[in-house]
């Protein structure tokens, strides 16, 4: 069975700094149409930075959505229109949040975000080897930096207190990886 939707007709809503609305008209695999609301996002990172001793680098950060405090991987999206390849943007965003950088990068794989209704794609990273630099966060972007014993967070993400998907999803593949 065919179970593709094909677009045939679609407006663009909102075209904004990270994110780009559409609503589109798609024809159904039984040839009905509907509706269909998709944010187009450039795609992000997230990084599981483990240093020697087993610890991880995590941020917290508050986030507007959910109204909170989060615990979180460093992570940031990809620079919006230019293709950029998700290690490089790896790289520079653990330079800019957790003030790392490293010498073994593993790629974990993606994660689609929410493909229900969001073009986003997540690389997950795990970064070795690592060695202080400068901390440069966005101009609007304000974040702790800590660090915690890898059996915590993963305990964390076990338990549900860690809620943050990228963050659960690079550590269970670590997890596996790795076998800690």
Request: glycine share 8%.
């Amino acid at each position: 069975m065919d179970l593709a939707e094909h677009k045939v007709s679609g407006k663009t809503i909102f075209n904004g700094k990270i994110v780009r609305l559409d609503v589109d008209q798609a024809r159904l695999p039984d040839g009905s149409i509907a509706t269909r609301e998709v944010v187009y996002h450039p795609g992000g990172v997230a990084i599981l930075a483990l240093d020697e001793q087993n610890n991880v680098s995590l941020v917290r950060q508050f986030r507007y959505p959910f109204g909170k405090l989060l615990l979180e991987l460093p992570a940031g999206k990809l620079d919006h229109g230019t293709e950029e390849d998700p290690l490089v943007g790896a790289k520079r965003e653990l330079s800019e949040e957790a003030g790392l950088e490293a010498a073994h990068w593993t790629y974990l794989g993606c994660i689609l975000a929410s493909p229900g209704f969001s073009s986003e794609v997540l690389h997950m990273y795990l970064a070795r080897q690592l060695t202080p630099t400068p901390r440069h966060p966005d101009e609007d972007e304000f974040l702790d930096v800590l660090t915690m014993p890898f059996d915590e967070l993963f305990a964390q993400v076990m338990d549900g207190t860690v809620t943050d998907a990228k963050t659960v999803a690079t550590v269970l593949k670590t997890k596996y990886l790795l076998g800690l």
